[in-house]
């Protein structure tokens, strides 16, 4: 399967633990996004990276989030001592710029429970 | 600044009727626009693209949307509906040659009657 893979494809954990997510982009994509989409809702963009440059991160992610994309390969969202408001779907999308034909492939996602 | 409308959060539609989904946007700049379909356990996935070339654009399935600058508008169309198309569909914007991150509308949840 060459698509966006992340993993775990759910992850359930308890308030004030840490978690973290992997993404592993469409191989030769040098973009990379993460969003958060919360039951109901379109999904947020959250931050992104081009190569392993962290270029954009959303006034949504908050200290306790970081990411990182080492090599410019596949990346990882980690959260910190997590809350049940971080509660949501995590979605990965890569893509390969290209003047104005860029299309973001998305992930399956993963969702995260905090009980 | 970007935003999406989508105006419709639940859309049912009979089996074999055409579908229609509302979506306006608001853009400081001339945008780039999407339709993006989810089905259930699976991920977005792009129907079609607006991206300053013909305002008709025509996507996969059957679908088509036409974009209208003097309305803000980019509605999602399709003659005949298939039970297969029911799914959660996103209209989403971006700046063109910028950093491409997508806005998304909240969705409307299509049903289709058998």
């Known amino acids: 399967d060459t698509g966006v893979s992340q993993n775990p494809r759910h992850k359930i954990t308890k308030r004030g633990q840490n978690v973290t997510f992997r993404c592993d982009p469409i191989?030769?994509?040098?973009?990379l996004y993460w969003y958060r989409q919360t039951l109901g809702q379109g999904p947020e963009f959250l931050t992104y990276f081009q190569n392993e440059a962290q270029l954009e991160k959303s006034r949504l992610l908050s200290d306790r989030f970081s990411a990182e994309r080492p090599k410019g390969s596949f990346s990882t969202l980690e959260i910190q001592r997590t809350e049940q408001g971080d509660s949501a779907m995590y979605l990965c999308?890569?893509?390969?710029?290209?003047?104005?034909?860029?299309?973001?492939?998305f992930g399956q996602g993963t969702r995260l429970t905090v009980v | 600044a970007q935003s999406v409308t989508q105006l419709d959060s639940h859309v049912s539609v009979s089996e074999g009727t055409p579908v229609l989904l509302r979506c306006n946007y608001s853009?400081?700049?001339?945008?780039?626009l999407f339709w993006y379909v989810q089905h259930p356990n699976k991920g977005l996935q792009l129907l079609l693209k607006y991206t300053s070339a013909a305002t008709l654009v025509k996507g996969i399935n059957g679908f088509e949307a036409e974009f209208k600058k003097s309305e803000t508008s980019f509605h999602l169309t399709k003659p005949s509906a298939h039970m297969s198309d029911a799914a959660e569909y996103f209209c989403?914007?971006?700046?063109?040659?910028?950093?491409?991150?997508?806005?998304f509308g909240t969705g409307t949840r299509l049903t289709i009657i058998p």
């Open positions: 191989s030769e994509h040098n973009r």
């Open positions: 853009s400081s700049y001339s945008p780039s």
């Open positions: 999308a890569s893509s390969f710029l290209q003047g104005l034909n860029t299309e973001a492939f």
């Open positions: 989403v914007v971006t700046r063109p040659f910028g950093n491409e991150k997508l806005t």
